[in-house]
């Protein structure tokens, strides 16, 4: 075999090889799977009501070890 046919064969292979593991289709942006939308958005406003809740405490105990409150 000549050197181009053997990297044209190499070329096809990397190509065939290199697909995503994580598109198996393309998703449609005309109908939204929102059952995911809600999870995703439930999930970062439930974890920023943590990040409140935990810095208003923080800041509590800080007032109270000082004497500022």
Known sequence: MTLSR??????FVSRVGSRSAFTS???DTRNPNW????LA???SAF???????QHSTD???YKV???LQ
């Open 25 to 27: 289709s393309k998703t």
């Open 65 to 67: 070890r000082n004497g």
């Open 41 to 43: 958005f439930g999930s």
């Open 47 to 53: 974890l920023w009501a943590l990040l409140f809740k």
């Open 59 to 61: 800041v509590h105990e």
């Open 6 to 11: 053997l990297l044209s064969r190499v070329g």
């Open 35 to 38: 059952v995911r939308v809600g």
